[in-house]
């Protein structure tokens, strides 16, 4: 099996990060890799930030003025891999995750912040990979696809409800 290398880093102060949360992403992380067999050994790297830094980067790269979720930046094109020539591992991009708005999230869907970071991961796990669900409906669903079954893998079905009874 190909090696995984994920580095985390909490930029933010407004969120505590739970326990578990770590290792979650990077099981996420492998759980894209292994169902889409990418048998490279890869490094990505992984950042919670706040709604105000998020909109920033979204701004400055996106040129949307807008707080979002989560951002991905790809350092992959095509049949092109960026390799670390130090360890020979793929680069395969960063992940900026506003853990404010996977609070927020979780609430208004009504589930644990646990799967709300774990899909966001999965999310944009595929677009380091090369999905974009913004180019048509069809890939749209394809890659909604995709990120359902590696959920459901990782232990995070959609038919399970993450509302407890005193919340009904």
Do not use: W
Request: aromatic share 6%.
């Amino acid at each position: 099996m190909a090696k995984l290398k994920v580095y985390i880093k909490d930029s933010q102060h407004e969120v505590k990060i739970p326990v578990g949360i770590r290792l979650l992403i990077r099981r996420c992380c492998q759980a894209v890799l292994t169902t889409e067999n990418f048998g490279h050994d890869t490094e990505v790297s992984v950042s919670f930030v706040n709604n105000e830094e998020i909109r920033k980067l979204n701004k400055q790269y996106r040129n949307k003025d807008a707080e979002t979720d989560v951002l991905s930046f790809p350092l992959c094109e095509g049949d092109h891999l960026e390799i670390n020539t130090d360890t020979g591992f793929v680069l395969l991009g960063d992940i900026v995750i506003s853990m404010e708005m996977a609070v927020k999230q979780a609430k208004m869907y009504g589930h644990v912040l646990e799967r709300e970071v774990a899909f966001l991961t999965v999310h944009s796990m595929l677009h380091l990979l090369g999905y974009d669900h913004e180019t048509s409906s069809l890939e749209q669903l394809k890659m909604r696809e995709k990120e359902e079954a590696v959920l459901d893998k990782l232990g995070f079905s959609r038919d399970i409800s993450f509302i407890t009874p005193d919340q009904q």
